[in-house]
């Protein structure tokens, strides 16, 4: 599947958003529209105690999340994506090595997701629109949104630079190759 369009989509369930996120309903939006062009989908779902047990209705996507028939569903319990979950194998099974990776919480699962999936190699790009955190004390969700693009966009993986683009772009590039 290596050249495909890939999505991977991370924490976007019920129980994740027990704590109001910022523009829930743009990001969910600008996540449809880049799962609806993907040629595959992968869904990152949190598991733990306390409201998000494998089956509970907080460990479910959100409702209005597109989800296509053919998507893979890894597991985790870190913020780590990669961390003691299947998703190396489920990327090597498919031959992929790049994907756009969007979804919920931008400082801290999306964050270490994306450092991690850099480091192993894989090319990575950012939808800079399409991922979401809450207020925290020490900054505003917009801040931290903004924050962690620019951080992304500067991280110094030699030969292995991640992108940040707008959902508009990446959707144009896809059309175009």
Known sequence: MSGKR?????????????????????????????????????????????????????????????????AFYVTKTACDSFYKTRLAE????????????????TDYCVDT?????????????VAGDAHTTANRVAAKAETLIAHYNEVWRTLIVPDN????????TILTEWQTN
């Open 113 to 125: 997701t994306i450092k991690n999936g850099a480091s192993r190699g894989y090319s990575i790009t």
């Open 6 to 70: 890939v999505v991977m989509v991370v924490d976007m369930q019920q129980g994740v958003f027990a704590t109001p996120r910022i523009a829930r309903e743009r990001c969910v939006e600008q996540i449809n529209k880049l799962t609806q062009a993907a040629d595959a989908v992968i869904f990152i779902q949190h598991q733990e105690a306390g409201g998000l047990e494998e089956g509970s209705d907080g460990f479910q996507l959100l409702p209005e999340l597109y989800q296509p028939d053919n």
């Open 161 to 168: 630079p991640v992108f940040v683009k707008s959902v508009e």
């Open 90 to 105: 489920v990327l090597d099974e498919h031959e992929i090595s790049a994907f756009v990776i969007c979804g919920c919480a």
